[in-house]
């Protein structure tokens, strides 16, 4: 299957330096020079993928990915020349899945491309894991993880995650009371050959527990062991 992606740079030569290369990846290219004209294609006929800079005039990046967060599970990368720490961070809080800095290679997108279409295809057809897992029984209203049919609810309401936060908390779910670090969940989650940043894994555990815990400035279910990494506790 083809995959469209829609490409988010103000820059005509970066842009066109995107398109060319996944071009020639296989990808049905759409581009757009700001975050509004990309919001409206996002609207108009959703994209499979994005690629989003974070400098661009107008409304900004940061503020075009929250957008698309409001309404689509689209996967997304940012693809930006920011370097700072704080700044990936925030990409990745705003809602990002993968953080790319330029300059970059064509060949390093593509990788990132194909191991996040990888992961966001739902793994809600394997038979071997349970259909429904209660993660938190406690409350008026139990928060309960169906793998198969790939939710999240809590009581009759369901949570929307991301793909990936549905990755990560099925992941951790599958070995309730067992640390898994970091790079673990970056090679399961992300994808074995992923290359990126452990730091993606903080970020995406910090808006997983926002939507999950009832106190997430104090966690119960997604607990950090200092030096090891994650681990969920079934209560």
Not at 31 to 55: G, Q, R
Not at 57 to 66: E, K, L, N, P, T
């Given at each position: 299957m083809t995959n469209r992606l829609l490409i988010v740079e103000d820059d005509d030569r970066i842009r066109a330096t995107l398109r060319l290369g996944l071009e020639d990846e296989g990808y049905v290219i759409v581009e757009s020079a700001s975050a509004e004209s990309a919001l409206k294609e996002v609207e108009d006929t959703?994209?499979?993928?994005?690629?989003?800079?974070?400098?661009?005039?107008?409304?900004?990046g940061f503020a075009c990915i929250r957008e698309v967060r409001r309404h689509r599970n689209l996967p997304i990368i940012v693809v930006s020349a920011r370097t700072d720490s704080h700044d990936i961070v925030a990409g990745l809080e705003a809602g990002a899945d993968d953080y790319v800095t330029k300059p970059f290679q064509i060949k390093e997108i593509s990788a990132r491309l194909r191991a996040l279409l990888r992961r966001t295809r739902p793994a809600i057809a394997d038979e071997s894991s349970d259909a429904e897992m209660v993660i938190d029984s406690v409350g008026p209203s139990a928060l309960v993880l169906s793998h198969r049919a790939g939710t999240v609810r809590r009581g009759e309401d369901d949570i929307h995650l991301t793909l990936t936060e549905f990755r990560l908390l099925s992941e951790l779910a599958s070995v309730p009371g067992r640390v898994v670090s970091r790079r673990s969940l970056l090679e399961t989650v992300w994808d074995r050959d992923y290359f990126g940043d452990e730091r993606i894994v903080d970020v995406h555990v910090r808006r997983l527990r926002a939507k999950i815990e009832p106190d997430p400035a104090h966690p119960c279910l997604i607990l950090t062991v200092r030096g090891l990494g994650y681990r969920l506790d079934r209560r």
């Amino acid at each position: 299957m083809t995959n469209r992606l829609l490409i988010v740079e103000d820059d005509d030569r970066i842009r066109a330096t995107l398109r060319l290369g996944l071009e020639d990846e296989g990808y049905v290219i759409v581009e757009s020079a700001s975050a509004e004209s990309a919001l409206k294609e996002v609207e108009d006929t959703p994209p499979d993928v994005m690629i989003v800079d974070l400098m661009l005039s107008g409304m900004d990046g940061f503020a075009c990915i929250r957008e698309v967060r409001r309404h689509r599970n689209l996967p997304i990368i940012v693809v930006s020349a920011r370097t700072d720490s704080h700044d990936i961070v925030a990409g990745l809080e705003a809602g990002a899945d993968d953080y790319v800095t330029k300059p970059f290679q064509i060949k390093e997108i593509s990788a990132r491309l194909r191991a996040l279409l990888r992961r966001t295809r739902p793994a809600i057809a394997d038979e071997s894991s349970d259909a429904e897992m209660v993660i938190d029984s406690v409350g008026p209203s139990a928060l309960v993880l169906s793998h198969r049919a790939g939710t999240v609810r809590r009581g009759e309401d369901d949570i929307h995650l991301t793909l990936t936060e549905f990755r990560l908390l099925s992941e951790l779910a599958s070995v309730p009371g067992r640390v898994v670090s970091r790079r673990s969940l970056l090679e399961t989650v992300w994808d074995r050959d992923y290359f990126g940043d452990e730091r993606i894994v903080d970020v995406h555990v910090r808006r997983l527990r926002a939507k999950i815990e009832p106190d997430p400035a104090h966690p119960c279910l997604i607990l950090t062991v200092r030096g090891l990494g994650y681990r969920l506790d079934r209560r």
